[in-house]
């Protein structure tokens, strides 16, 4: 039987934004791509995916919030891609077809994983509405094919990522970590940045994430985590904007237990000793006007979940 396309229903997904406690990158591969090890983190900055059923082989996005204007809303669109590949691979020949509607909190080329979020929020929530049979290490599968960075934002939580970081094994952790976020007033695109390491002559071998990270990660312990923070790329970030300098002297002035680029930047995630912390140091930080917006999270929390 036909699906029926006139299908009222909606299926709601929200899909956290991440931060890399560490990240080592090594030398470019051949197909352009380079390999990594990675401590990724969920943190609770959130985007909500929407979608409902629209005319057969239709596919569309709208996106909304501060930034939206910034994301093309076209056939490029992360969502779309990954509402028509499940659609092409999972559809079994059903007349299947999504209405999407990104609302954007996650900063757009912000190395916190926003375009990736939403291919993974897309993909769960076409899921769902179209009732495909999937499970979530398949759905994963998939979702690697859109980003590297997408089968993290199905997953969640806390993970070791390896291979282009699509390659995902959970991490022990304790409790609840205090983060206060900058994020700046322009974007950072990855490609350009993995570039500037290039060019650089960057690259780390062996590879591998600080066997301290994942000792104070099992007992909880902010300050030995903020001890070994680390992202290879922050050189080639801090090339491309230097003015991230100051922002990561800010907040380390105010307080900061540490400090790490997150992913290819530019957002500037900030450790803090607990809640109060984290509040004295965002004010703080709001004040020295060095960012476009300051936020506070926490992780680590859910990757992609329905919201019902
Ligand atoms: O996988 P994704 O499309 O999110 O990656 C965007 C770009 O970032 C890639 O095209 C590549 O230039 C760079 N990248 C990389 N090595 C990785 C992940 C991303 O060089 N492990």
């Known amino acids: 039987m036909a699906t029926p396309v006139t299908e009222p229903e909606a299926v ?20 352009g791509y380079h390999p990594l090890a990675t401590v990724f983190q969920a943190v609770s900055v959130f ?48 007349p299947l077809g999504a209405e999407l509607v990104v609302r954007k909190s996650i900063p757009v080329s912000g190395g916190m994983a926003g375009g990736s979020a939403d291919a993974a929020g897309a993909l769960l929530a076409c899921a769902v509405l179209w009732d495909i049979d999937i499970s979530p290490d398949e759905l994963r599968v998939l979702g690697a094919r859109l980003g590297a960075d997408v089968p993290f934002c199905l ?38 940045v993995f570039g500037k390491f290039d060019e650089l002559g960057l690259g780390t071998d062996p590879l591998e994430v600080p066997a301290e990270m994942l ?6 312990d902010a300050q030995a985590l903020s001890r070994c923070l680390v992202n290879d790329l922050e050189p080639a970030a801090l090339a491309l904007r230097p003015e991230l ?13 540490g400090s790490v680029i997150s992913g290819s930047g530019p957002t500037v995630a900030f450790l803090a000793a607990n809640e109060s912390a984290a509040v004295d140091l965002s004010v703080r930080l709001s004040s020295e006007g060095l960012c476009r917006a300051v936020k506070r999270v926490s992780g680590p929390v859910p990757g992609a979940r329905l919201v019902v």
């Open 12 to 31: 709601r997904v929200r899909v956290a934004g991440k931060v890399n406690l560490a990240l080592r990158s090594g030398h470019r591969r051949a197909d």
């Open 47 to 94: 985007d909500e995916v929407e979608a409902t059923w629209a005319e057969p082989g239709t596919f569309t996005v709208r996106m909304l919030g501060e930034q939206a204007a910034l994301v093309p809303e076209g056939d490029d669109n992360l969502a779309v891609k990954a509402a028509r590949l499940l659609a092409t691979t999972w559809g079994a020949g059903r």
């Open 155 to 192: 997953a969640g939580g806390t993970a070791l990522g390896t291979g282009r970081g699509d390659e995902l094994a959970p991490v022990l952790s304790r409790g609840s970590y205090h983060w206060v976020l900058a994020f700046s007033a322009g974007e950072l695109s990855t490609p350009a």
């Open 215 to 220: 000792n104070a990660l099992v007992s909880g």
């Open 245 to 257: 300098a100051r922002i990561v002297e800010a907040g380390t002035e105010h307080g900061a237990l």
